[in-house]
């Protein structure tokens, strides 16, 4: 039978490391061991846990993903958002998900505009499929709120501890829908393996939801309503949730208050440390966005994927953008994207968007 407690020795055996980098780390806190006595032990347990916690350290990235990093970062001083959402980087979206932060007043403007929202969708079954789900929290409302002739409700979403958080708020608000997750990068290309399956599998029409203007994220946002209009039919449905351009309301001290803490996620994974740079919001009122920006306030260095990564004090990244859309562009934008707009509708904050995708002859 295996031991459950170790010496040292036995445990470095096991992790098949020198046993004087085991005491090391054991003097320092860094790794699970008790002294009893004189003697040092550990749990067998403790140690297959130590292992899988550094797997999980490692594996933050794909190696894909490690690739788009590298290549953003050294390439043109940037930071994809998308990467921020990984791992605690969810839990700390949700925490900050307040209404000006996030756009959770969408869930506002969705309430008032409900009836002539339901009235579009009634008499239609559909498959409801969450594009950037977070935590499901807003596609709950909603189900609740504005169809319920939803026959399944998928996530789809870059990161896997959102779905999860979707999977557990549907378990409790719709448990009586078929729940499915598609962990994918919307960015990299059409949708239409997924729409496409939902679809056969389900038998009806797909209503996508794309809320917490997510849309004004993007670099290109042209680029991904394409990728979403070529997994659709003309008979699905896209519902945008956006942030409207308001000047009377720019939240640069509410984001640069509460908005800041997900946007470390990344920078800590690579070994900036908060020491080492500070992160703030501005507006760039030419193209009415708020821009994000890690800022060294020393020189940096490290290896990171095998890459010797430097950057001077002084030297910027960007980590994010927030785009206002005002009526003009947002026309513009999903009419050259080949949609018609079904329903438009904004508040002094947000805007929503319902449309479909025009046949090819339709479109300018
Ligand atoms: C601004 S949050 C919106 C969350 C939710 N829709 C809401 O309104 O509360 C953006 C979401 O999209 C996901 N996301 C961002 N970029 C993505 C990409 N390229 N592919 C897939 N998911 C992405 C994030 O992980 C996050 O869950």
Known sequence: MERPILTIKQAAKLLQVDPNTIYRWARGGK????KIGKEWRVLRSDVIKFVESKKAQTQFLTKSQEAELITALVGRREIP?????????????????????????????????????????????????????GDGKKA???????????????????????????????????????????????EHGSISNTTYYLNRRYQHNN???????????????????????????????????????????????????????????????????????KIYWTYNAALRQLECQLEFIKNWGKIFGGNPIRFGKGQKIRLAISRRFTKDDTFELFARAGFKIEIFVHDKDNALVLCRPHAWEKRI
Request: aromatic share 10%.
């Open 31 to 34: 790794f699970p061991a008790s």
């Open 140 to 186: 709950a409302f909603f189900i609740s709120n504005i169809t319920k002739q939803v026959s399944s409700y998928s996530g789809l979403d870059i990161s896997p501890r959102m779905l999860d958080l979707a999977g557990q708020t549907m378990q409790i608000a719709h448990p009586e829908l078929a729940y499915e997750q598609f962990i994918d990068d919307f």
């Open 81 to 133: 958002l998308k990467l921020e959402y990984l791992g605690e980087g969810a839990d700390r979206y949700v925490a900050i998900s307040a209404p000006e932060v996030a756009g959770g007043s969408e869930v506002e403007i969705i309430y008032q505009y409900k009836e002539r929202l339901s009235d579009f969708l009634k008499n239609r079954r559909f498959n409801l499929l969450d594009i950037g789900c």
């Open 207 to 277: 209503l996508i939801l794309f809320l917490g203007n997510t849309i004004g994220n993007l670099s290109d946002a042209h680029r991904v309503l394409i990728n979403l209009r070529d997994g659709m039919s003309s008979q699905d449905l896209l519902f945008v949730g956006m942030a409207f351009y308001n000047p009377k309301n720019i939240p640069i001290a509410s984001y640069n208050e509460k908005a800041i803490d997900l946007l470390w996620t990344v920078p800590e994974k690579i070994g900036i440390g908060r020491q080492d740079a």
